[in-house]
């Protein structure tokens, strides 16, 4: 990725260009991609997968968990020292163990896949709107269209129609400046994009990784890198927990529940910055939004 372009704040657009950045350039990752690499990666290095897999029930038991699992329509029982929830937003798991997730607000994504010769490959767009905001990712030949807002707003209904969606997005001026005239829309479709968290992120036997423990709004642009994090501090926690450190799952959640403050923070900040339409709905709620509840140095 070479730039970063944003309308936010202002009507003017401004660029960060990455070349020379102290971060480096950015990625335009292909999930689905990049997601079956993850796999096979932890397949070849012992993992088991099972595919088209239901939790049926956990409990505990004297030397760990036993779990029920519905396999393809087959019944299975495992059993496990420590239980890893990673079952994204819906926390399967964490709910039925520590009770409640909470959920910082309603916030979707409306997207859309769009295929065709890009005018400004290798850039990501953020454009402030009343009842939301706009992102643009352009590769060589593809073009990734999103809308977010919240779920109980008109925009939310409106936008829910591909024709409509792509209306507003002309109405936006993305159609003419990415050159999305001619592009075939590939795939669309409606995602949650809430910020939210587990009451509790970890216990004595059990912990959260990635969305299941804490989800994060995409305009801090964290999700993913928080995600893979939180992969590599949970094996380690586990691995320090089976060796008899007793306090290794209490100090992983409380590393996400620092990291989670500090998004909340940014988060805050960057809606902050956008103060056109105070009085729509979208926007009051942004700047209402809860300060972290963890002190951030």
Partial sequence: MNAKLSVWGDPDEAARLLVGDIDGHGWLLERPRFDRWLRDVAQRRGAALAVATRLLGASREST????????????????????????????????????????????????MRLEGESSEAGTTYVQADAEGWWYVAQTRNASTLAFFTDADLPAARRLADDRAFLEAAHHAGLTRRFGLATAVVNASGTRAAHSGTLDAISGTDWLAVGDAAASFDPI?????????????????????????????????????????????????????????WPDMPFWRRRHALPAPATKVA
């Fill in 64 to 111: 760990g968990w036993r779990v029920g699992l519905d396999v393809d329509g087959r019944r299975r029982s495992l059993t496990s020292k420590i239980l890893i929830d990673a079952t994204g937003r819906r926390a399967a798991l964490g709910r039925r163990i520590a009770g409640r997730r909470t959920n910082d607000d309603r916030l979707i994504a409306r997207w």
């Fill in 220 to 276: 801090g642009a964290r999700g993913l890198f928080t995600a893979l994090f939180c992969g590599l501090a949970a094996a380690e926690a586990c691995d320090r927990r089976l060796a008899a450190d007793a306090d290794a799952l209490a100090y992983y959640g409380h590393v996400l529940q620092t990291i989670l403050a500090a998004y909340r923070q940014e988060r805050n900040a960057i809606y902050a910055a956008e103060t056109r």
